[in-house]
């Protein structure tokens, strides 16, 4: 329960005290800043606070933006101001400020509860309101007029148009928007939380790789429809915690998780369905999922690279924003990058109309242009900044390395290797090295391992220094490329039946963990633990690892091998990540909506 102090003298016929309880808060009556002080006093510690003016005029979407919205500490709207538990002490001290001035004999000046905003001594954060109308009158005259603005300006209508992203993909705008919201809304009304319904949007995309699995055609077009039905959910879900102000941490990790997991879901699926036909895709849902994942760590690092970095602009950056300003480039660009919406409705159309590798041809395709277009922007743009990277971001590149014991032993072994080489030549020269090892290696070699040494001892090299230059950005997914690379080409390279989906399984429970580290990242609260990492043997571990299991075993004790290591990384990743999420869950971690990309 919130409680919601009202200053100063009821007004006859306002509707400010429903309209606060219809947004969960507990309505007490103050006379001045002190017996407010006491009011908040007597209010459980563990609960949210509001002073409201009781001469405010406004929207209630108003009241609900400004006072209701878990992921800030303190907020604050004309005429009216809030602190979550984490902030009470803050907004005490503000109250006690505003009384002290009152009683000395200094002029207060203004609302009481904007007095108390504009004393408060924490972040606050004051929500962009457009139409809507949040004021306190001084007269008569000015009430009516609020009054008569209140009742011009729709506020169901604005609520449910913000509900939509400001920066969304073409299909999603277009085709699914216009009438999700509605959805939202009336999950809404029926007491429905956006994780139910991310829940749900799982469930269905996990029913829809079912039905591709059955290798049918009948099968196949209902899996299309179930996908787009179950992207449809997806951005359902983002759009209730926006309407309803339902934000979480738990629910931003749900999203973004479910989302990966959907969709490799459905490349296995889609796989077993071919392999039911008598054509064997592994390889290719294996190396769609390989590339996919790889463009997302592209992103994650370019992005946690330059969020905080200082005199970050570039000419290339300037031409993007003057190419923004013209309507029909933007929606080029946006599609270009095949980002969610666009790439779940090509594979649902393709999985109808057409055959899994025809599918999986097309999303190949795609998604290598998608890539090459949005790396080449982003190394052109970092060529051309002149931007000063802070250590955070330098510890926030390096987490996302997943270096494990073995780099660890051998930094200061490594340390003279390759002079002052950057740092990513010397991830690209590792990379490919080991990648063309074992491309141009039969099945058993030892080749692959001689190459997952030298990779092993160049991973190091390429973190001796802080990661801060232009380009020390792609050495995460350098790294990515190399591990999963890897195990694909050796699983590939066995050639015996169930090898390729054992793989997809290793690489899928890897990719996993890289996806949590970054979640961890984003919402600030560090890497993974580091017994983590050990355990799970780091990247080069790994890759060290599952060469000489190639080496050593027959093909298919090979893959009995990869199997086993995928549901042991799988178990170690997912109870940690599950734990740490719930527990920060419960722990009141501050509430974040993850926009992703764009859906």
Known sequence: MSTAILTGQPVPGSSLEGDLRSLGFDVRIASDASDAETLLAAVPADQRVAVVDARFVGHVHALRLGLTDPRFDAAAIPGAVTARPTARQALARALRTTSDDASNGSVVVGILADRVAEVLDTDLHRPELGDLVAEVPRDPQARNEARQAVSTVDDEAIRLRTAVKSRDGFFTTYCISPYSRYLARWCARRGFTPNQVTTASLITALIAAGCAATGTRAGYVAAGLLLLFSFVLDCTDGQLARYSLQYSTLGAWLDATFDRAKEYAYYAGLALGAARGGDDVWALALGAMVLQTCRHVVDFSFNEA????????????????????????????????????????????????????????????????????????????????????????????????????????????????????????VALVAAALLVAAAWLSPYGSWWPVLGAGVYVLLSPVALRRPLKGALDWLVPPLFRAAEYGTVLVLAAKADVNGALPAAFGLVGAVAYHHYDTVYRIRGNAGAPPHWLVRTIGGHEGRTLLVTVLAALLAATDFKLALTALAVAVALVVLVESIRFWVTAHKLGAPAVHDEGEPA
């Open 306 to 425: 330059n969020h905080d970095a200082t005199a970050n602009t570039s000419p290339t950056a300037a031409l993007s924003d003057k190419l923004d300003s013209v309507g029909w480039t933007v929606w080029v660009r946006r599609m270009i990058v095949l980002p969610i919406g666009e790439r779940w409705a090509m594979i649902a159309v393709l999985t109808a109309l057409t055959t899994p590798r025809i599918t999986f041809y097309a999303l190949l395709v795609g998604c290598a242009l998608a890539a090459t277009y949005t790396t080449a922007g982003r190394v052109l743009r970092s060529l051309t900044r002149k931007a000063q990277r802070t250590d955070r971001a330098a510890q926030a590149l390096a987490d996302l390395t997943d270096s494990g014991p073995l780099a660890e032993s051998l930094a200061g072994v490594t340390r003279g290797i390759t002079g002052r080489a950057p740092a990513q030549l």
